[in-house]
């Protein structure tokens, strides 16, 4: 028998090698294979694009493998989206760094190079060659990755005890008011006479909308949830025609032509809560507005309401009715709730009124450094 051709050997050792994250193996969850929920990264509509980002993300190591794949592809929202999920990740992804670092160095999209500047101050801003990277990309000649560099570098310095302790106090006093959307002056001179809540901000290029919700419309048959898009002009929002009702069944498809595509959307808002603090969090800040209400304080109001939809996956807070309706019956604010998972399934979760009347199951999804409620499906006992 004659001997292979050493070089017909070595091309086999690599195919196999090619193909080892798509064999037999490969982990499934939800249903899809990782390597599918890899690709979903690339669909046109960004909240299926956002559901695959968080999925992964919950996946954690087991999904880097197949992230590698498309890290250095040819489609710029597939990179995005990978760069993007490995920042959620956070640590787990730290073997990513040297991936991340070799990334930039070819990106020629700018919006892709600010996201791994982003990501990199997520998973470790103080990792090797990361620091040295911030401080070159301070002369990139994108504004965005310019601005990234500055936040990365910002998060290598420490913070003076006292001065911490003065800005957690201030943060705690005047919370989410004091965070500067950047259109809320614009939205105050455009609803004069009308207190509102943002429940997120969405941008895309050079166009900004904003998710709002109007205080006085809880009612459970019409609760007002409102979106209003912006251009930037010579760096001022200027409003683009009237606002429409985020809860049209078309409203996704009128948010992405509003803003000009479905692609590169970034959702702006502060999300996430621990687990062992959602029960009394969801309390406080219904009770809060429940009592911000009745006394007619519609700042506070609006406040609590703001901070709220912290504990609600966008969706949730953007398109549909839930919130208010929740407000306006008092749900939120009567009697305390106990939440406990669902066995054998910990993205499931059930809880319960302390009265029993009402119980509800939802799902809970990792943002920023806590999670969100999805899926809230409450159910009254007769």
Same mark, same amino acid.
């Given at each position: ?46 909240t299926?694009?956002?559901?695959a ?22 489609d ?24 991340l ?33 911030? #401080?070159?990309? $301070? &002369? @990139?000649?994108? %504004? =965005? ?6 936040? /990365?570098? *910002?998060?290598?310095?420490a ?20 965070? #500067?959307?950047? $259109? &809320? @002056?614009?939205? %105050? =001179? ?6 509102? /809540?943002? *429940? ?35 760096e ?8 429409f ?11 992405a ?48 309401y ?69 899926n ?7």
């Amino acid at each position: 028998m004659r001997p292979m051709n050493p070089a017909i050997i070595l091309f086999l050792l690599v195919a196999l090698l090619t193909l080892a994250p798509g064999c037999a193996s490969e982990p499934e969850f939800e249903g899809k294979l990782v390597s599918e929920w890899v690709n979903v990264l690339r669909h046109d509509d960004w909240t299926v694009r956002e559901h695959a980002q968080t999925t992964l993300s919950r996946i954690g190591k087991p999904a880097i493998p197949y992230m590698k794949r498309g890290l250095r592809g040819k489609d710029p929202t597939l990179r995005r989206g990978i760069v993007v999920t490995l920042g959620m990740m956070a640590e787990t992804a730290r073997e990513m760094i040297p991936w991340l670092l070799r990334q930039i160095a070819v990106e020629q999209v700018a919006n892709i190079r600010a996201e791994i500047l982003k990501s990199l101050a997520k998973i470790d801003a103080k990792a090797s060659g990361v620091p040295e990277e911030f #401080k070159k990309r $301070l &002369r @990139d000649q994108d %504004a =965005e990755v310019q601005d990234a560099a500055k936040a /990365g570098l *910002a998060k290598l310095v420490a913070p003076k005890p006292e001065k911490a302790k003065k800005k957690v106090e201030k943060d705690r006093r005047k919370g989410l008011a004091q965070q #500067k959307f950047a $259109l &809320r @002056d614009v939205l %105050a =001179e455009l609803m004069k006479g009308t207190s509102f /809540g943002i *429940a997120a901000e969405l941008e895309r290029e050079d166009r900004r909308a904003a998710i709002v919700w109007q205080l006085g419309n809880t009612e459970k048959t019409a609760p007002k949830m409102m979106a209003f898009v912006f251009e930037k002009q010579r760096e001022k929002w200027v409003a683009d025609g009237e606002g429409f009702d985020m809860l049209d069944p078309d409203a996704a498809g009128k948010l992405a032509l509003a803003l000009g595509g479905s692609d590169k959307q970034q959702v702006i808002r502060p999300c996430g809560v621990s687990k062992e603090k959602l029960s009394s969090y969801l309390g406080t800040r219904a009770q809060a507005f429940s009592k911000a209400s009745e006394e007619k304080k519609d700042a506070e109001a609006v406040l609590a309401y703001e901070e709220l939809t912290h504990a609600f996956s966008f969706r949730t807070v953007a398109f549909s009715d839930l919130l208010p309706k929740m407000l306006a019956a008092g749900t939120l604010a009567g009697s305390p709730w106990s939440f406990e998972a669902v066995k054998d399934d910990k993205n499931s979760w059930q809880g319960k009124q302390a009265e029993g009347k009402i119980t509800v199951k939802f799902e809970l999804r990792p943002c920023n450094q806590g999670f969100v409620i999805a899926n809230w499906q409450e159910k009254t006992a007769p």
